[in-house]
């Protein structure tokens, strides 16, 4: 008999949702994923208490994203500083030295003449994607053009408008190391956007944009680790490319006091290059956002006729709001100059050192950029026949073996091997797959019950959806209690969604058992699946799923988090007493993942695996493709972060440290409450192990 049942919500901490609102939302996720052309605002936050934590939280994000957690060990720079090539106020010097064994940064430092007896102020100066980088020459038809329009005075600005910023500020007292993106004047050994777009690199988070952002860091300790450098008065500058080293620098380490990232901070196109994306960079964040985390230190930006265009009335205002917690709002500033295209021309570099005299030279007024004599490009080059290339310098492969070694290394420091080093396995590996999964709780949740319906078994059977205001998520869910409950709830994760309680027109066997059994079942649609389809284009980007997963979730972390809000839910559910988790074939490796993840307690977790191993995905669009994954230890990592909770695996097939995870059990004061299993585990078998 079916019965319409009046709307019922059960609400989740969520109190701003009155029953009668009946609230809807449409679930964003199903239609197109987003883009680095789309629109990324910043709200910012209400409290500097919140910010901290949101801040802290942005942080690990960043830091996961590029292969940066936990911080990797700082081998020894050896750094070579030859050939000094004078020019009045400053000399010239050639640099290089290793970030990783075998791995050489490239460039120029820039050395004031004048000193006096104090350490002087350090400037980063990373160069952006112009042509030839380092050894950019516009050509002196580009550069009359640019002297028309009023954005150069001197033709040799006009034409080495990266030597004129670096010049400058060294004739204003400032070392400046001017470096070499990867593939780009001296760094020839890796092509720029080459070498790390395969599903191995993504499975190790070993992406171009981690390996500039390392560059960077380890390019500032060199800077430091001069004698003639105070290591309190540092700044870092570029723009486009050199922009986003810039802000990300800024947001990463806390040693810059001074930024200016020219052309490249706003709401609209985030970066268009794989040395700018990688999967989880921005997923629910954005430039302006990763700038904000400079706060409360100086901070000045340009924007121009490009994609900035709008910096003063879309990014500013939200980052002054951000500076005003600090009482610092003084400290960031924007301008754009709408009338030049894309640019770090004289006009904007002449900010740029005002900037930079105030606050990191701590004096006042504009600053004219001097007229300077450039030095030919080939002659800024660090290698020559008395420094070649060094012998051990390696290509993209022989990188990426480099780096693997090195986070196997790391990752087998943080595996635990006594109960002492439990803690530091969960802080480092579970915020790990915090990040990766996006979520570790269901946030603002609510069920809405639509129908209830009574099953030819007399069982109560209500339909509706799990909501999440916040994110626009609306999660299709079926509720089935029998005739008795004694407050055990069972979730039911199954690769068909709902329709897996059911075989043809009836609920399946073990569904039955374990209404029997007096439990509660909940099945839900995860996005893709049954009432949860997508409509839109979700197409992981071929040239690089960074631009696809730097923005979105991977539809695995997705399910994950479907089944996070479901937790939640379970919980509030009136007469819980006990939320447990089934998930079968492919959707037991995002129940593992769940409860791997999951705030809210899990008492017993069944899943049967399907033989599924991270190791084996060989495609970026693989719909279990999970960046990250083999880098902080696979399904061995996941079942680890399980403990205390009963589990019980089947279908392994290996990719599993069968002696670690009885371990962590033990160690867990729990050691019976494990059971690994190779063989193929039924749902029969799972139920009758769930409600022993």
Request: hydrophobic content about 40%; glycine content about 10%.
């Amino acid at each position: 008999m079916n019965a319409r049942w009046i709307p019922v919500v059960i609400l989740a901490g969520l109190a701003s949702w009155a029953v009668a609102d009946e609230p809807k939302l449409s679930d964003t996720r199903r239609g197109n994923l987003k883009t680095l052309n789309d629109y990324f605002p910043f709200s910012p936050p209400l409290t500097k208490n919140s910010w901290d934590q949101r801040r802290e939280q942005l942080r690990t994000q960043l830091l996961v994203s590029q292969n940066l957690w936990p911080m990797p060990e700082k081998t020894p720079l050896k750094p070579v500083i030859h050939g000094d090539i004078v020019r009045d106020g400053y000399i010239v010097q050639k640099v290089y030295f290793a970030s990783l064994p075998g791995h050489y940064v490239t460039g120029n430092l820039y050395v004031p003449t004048h000193k006096s007896g104090e350490k002087l102020p350090g400037v980063l100066c990373p160069h952006g994607h112009w042509a030839n980088g380092r050894f950019f020459d516009a050509g002196e038809t580009a550069a009359k053009a640019q002297i028309a329009k009023g954005a150069e005075k001197t033709m040799a600005g006009a034409r080495y408008p990266l030597q004129a910023r670096c010049a400058q500020l060294a004739r204003m007292g400032c070392v400046v190391f001017h470096y070499d993106m990867v593939g780009y004047a001296d760094s020839q050994l890796i092509p720029h956007r080459a070498g790390f777009v395969d599903a191995q690199a993504e499975l190790r988070l070993q992406n171009f944009m981690g390996l500039q952002t390392w560059n960077t860091i380890r390019a500032l300790d060199f800077l430091v680790s001069l004698p003639m450098v105070n290591p309190e008065k540092i700044g870092v500058t570029g723009a486009s490319g050199g922009g986003t080293q810039t802000f990300m620098l800024g947001a990463l380490d806390d040693r810059p006091s001074v930024a200016f990232p020219a052309v490249m901070v706003s709401t609209a196109m985030q970066g268009g290059c794989i040395c700018e994306n990688c999967s989880y960079l921005r997923v629910d964040t954005g430039n302006v956002e990763i700038a904000g985390m400079f706060a409360p230190k100086p901070l000045g930006m340009t924007g121009a006729n490009d994609w900035t265009i709008d910096i003063e009335k879309k990014g500013l205002p939200e980052l002054k709001s951000l500076y005003r917690l600090y009482g610092a709002e003084a400290k960031v500033d924007a301008k754009c100059y709408p009338e030049f295209e894309h640019n770090y021309n004289q006009v904007s570099r002449e900010r740029m050192y005002a900037w930079m005299n105030q606050h990191l030279l701590g004096k006042s007024g504009p600053v004219a950029e001097q007229p300077f004599e450039p030095i030919p490009p080939k002659e800024l080059s660090v290698f020559d026949a008395k420094h070649p290339v060094p012998a051990d310098a390696k290509n993209a492969a022989q990188l990426r073996e480099t780096l693997t070694t090195r986070d196997q290394a790391s990752l087998a420091k943080l595996l635990p091997n006594d109960v002492a080093s439990v803690p530091e396995f969960r802080r480092v590996i579970g915020a790990a797959f915090q990040v990766m999964v996006g979520d570790s709780t269901s946030g603002e949740a609510l069920f809405v019950a639509e129908d209830e319906l009574e099953g030819r078994a007399g069982e109560r059977i209500q339909a509706g959806t799990i909501l999440r205001k916040g994110a626009n998520i609306d999660i299709p869910t079926m509720i089935i209690r029998g005739k008795e409950t004694d407050g055990r709830v069972v979730i039911w994760a199954d690769p068909r969604g709902k329709m897996g309680l059911y075989e043809g027109e009836n609920l399946s066997p073990a569904v039955i058992a374990l209404l029997n059994a007096k439990a509660t079942v909940i099945a839900i649609d995860p996005l893709g699946v049954g009432g949860a389809r997508i409509t839109g284009k979700r197409t992981v980007d071929p040239q690089f799923a960074g631009y696809t997963f730097g923005y979105n979730r991977p539809l695995l972390s997705e399910h994950v988090r479907d089944l996070l809000a479901t937790i939640h839910i379970a919980h509030k559910l009136p007469g819980t007493k006990s939320v447990n988790l089934i998930g079968i074939g492919r959707s037991g490796v995002a129940a593992a993942l769940a409860k791997s993840v999951s705030r809210d307690p899990v008492d017993r977790t069944a899943v049967d695996l399907a033989g599924f191993q991270f190791e084996k995905i060989t495609k970026t669009d693989d719909p279990m493709m999970l960046p990250g994954a083999l880098r902080f230890g696979g399904m061995t990592s996941v079942l680890a972060l399980c403990a205390p909770g009963e589990l019980l695996i089947g279908n392994h097939q290996g990719g599993i440290d069968e002696r670690l995870l009885p371990k962590m059990y033990e160690w867990s004061g729990k050691p019976a409450s494990l059971r690994l299993d190779s063989a193929v585990i039924s749902p029969g078998e799972m139920v009758k192990w769930m409600v022993r």
